[in-house]
Each structure stands twice: as C-alpha cells, then as structure tokens.
T-cell receptor, first 111, second 110 residues
Framework: DSGVTQTPKHLITATGQRVTLRCSPR?????VYWYQQSLDQGLQFLIQ???????AKGNILERFSAQQFPDLHSELNLSSLELGDSALYFC??????????FGPGTRLTVL | GIQVEQSPPDLILQEGANSTLRCNFS?????LQWFHQNPWGQLINLFY???GTKQNGRLSATTVATERYSLLYISSSQTTDSGVYFC????????????FGKGITLSVRP
C-alpha cells in the first residue's frame, strides 16, 4: 500500500458526460501529480500541484481541469467525455527529496 | 523533451530463469524509477535509482547516469513477476514530472 488513495476505483459513463476523480496524497506530501495511461499514448503526465498551486502542465486537454484543496487532496475533472478518454488515471504524491508514490488508479470507461 | 526507451518490448521466461531489462534515456536525469504494473493495473515502486546499484531480494537495478542507461535484473523468476515493467525518469533542471518508457511485458511460465 503506497498510502495514496484514489476514488472511485472504476467509473463507467457515457460520451458527453462529466466526471470527477479524487486523490488523497500520503500524509505530509505537498505535491500531487496526475497521469493518464491509455493503450495508444502509454503513461503520460497531465498536471502537477504543489501545496494548492499549479506547478506544471503536461499533455492535459482543455476539457480536463484539476485543483488541489487546502487539505491537500486533489480532484481531476474531465468534461465532455469522448471514447478516447477511456483510460487508467493515476495520482501520485511526493515530498521533496523523495520518490513519487502512485495510487491504485481510477479506471474510466466511456461508452 | 527527454526520450525513454525500454528493451526488449516483450519477454517470455520459464520459471527460475534470469533476465535483464534495459532502459535508455536521452538526457541527464535527477531521478530514475523502476515500476512493476501488476495484472490489476497497480503501479508498484521497485527502485528509486538515479545512479549506482541497489538490490531488493531477487531484484536488483543499476543506473549508469553518465552513459544514460539503467538495467533491472530479475533472478530466479517466478510467475508472480509477470506484468509490465516501466522505467520512468525525472529530467534535470525541469519540474519533477516523470516521463515513462513504453514498458516491457514480462510473462513467466510455470
């Protein structure tokens, strides 16, 4: 168990819908990262937050947004969903000088 | 951005065999991690190894940062070692995001 929790584990929804994925980092970790794993793109970085502030952006679509709250949990919002958004979404957390620890992931299926 | 290449893409072993998985990267890095993704999709940290050699049971890893490669050794493989092995790097001077290779799919047969 990495100490990073993600909910829900599975999510099935329809095209055009909006979903919210939630991540709770390890206690004391200020950085939260979101990654997407899809069959065609592999594992790729989406966005990073540090202590509530956006720190870096990767290949994140404009339909996607994220935030980190004062209690350090983070949410990834995916809207106007398309079939191609079906993927495994990982959250990771980190403290300075340490490695990134990954949560169990949320498997999103868009029908 | 940095490129990460893993080889071979697929590996089939008989239980008890040894194997070496390779990761090449195109630029200097602050950090390199090896992960095992199990059949349930979970990413498990194996090693945090920006340089040098580390061992953990039947697994060991070596990173030669000056030559931009890392090796993961699996000895006396077991069926539970099956899954996908990823190498991921954190670029020097950049933010701390990880760039992943495409992974190596390992199948260990009984």
């Amino acid at each position: 168990d990495s100490g990073v929790t993600q909910t829900p584990k599975h999510l099935i929804t329809a095209t055009g819908q909006r979903v919210t994925l939630r991540c709770s980092p390890r206690s004391g970790d200020l950085s939260v990262y979101w990654y997407q794993q899809s069959l065609d793109q592999g594992l790729q970085f989406l966005i990073q937050y540090y202590n509530g502030e956006e720190r870096a952006k990767g290949n994140i679509l404009e339909r996607f947004s994220a935030q980190q709250f004062p209690d350090l949990h983070s949410e990834l919002n995916l809207s106007s969903l398309e079939l191609g958004d079906s993927a495994l979404y990982f959250c990771a957390s980190k403290r300075v000088g340490d490695t990134q620890y990954f949560g169990p992931g949320t498997r999103l299926t868009v029908l | 951005g940095i490129q990460v290449e893993q080889s071979p893409p697929d590996l089939i072993l008989q239980e008890g065999a040894n194997s070496t998985l390779r990761c090449n990267f195109s630029d200097s890095v602050n950090n390199l991690q090896w992960f095992h993704q199990n059949p349930w999709g979970q990413l498990i940290n194996l090693f945090y190894i920006p340089s040098g050699t580390k061992q953990n049971g039947r697994l060991s890893a070596t990173t030669v940062a000056t030559e931009r490669y890392s090796l993961l050794y699996i000895s006396s493989s077991q069926t539970t070692d099956s899954g996908v092995y990823f190498c991921a790097v954190e670029e020097s001077g950049a933010n701390s995001k990880l760039t992943f290779g495409k992974g190596i799919t390992l199948s260990v047969r009984p």
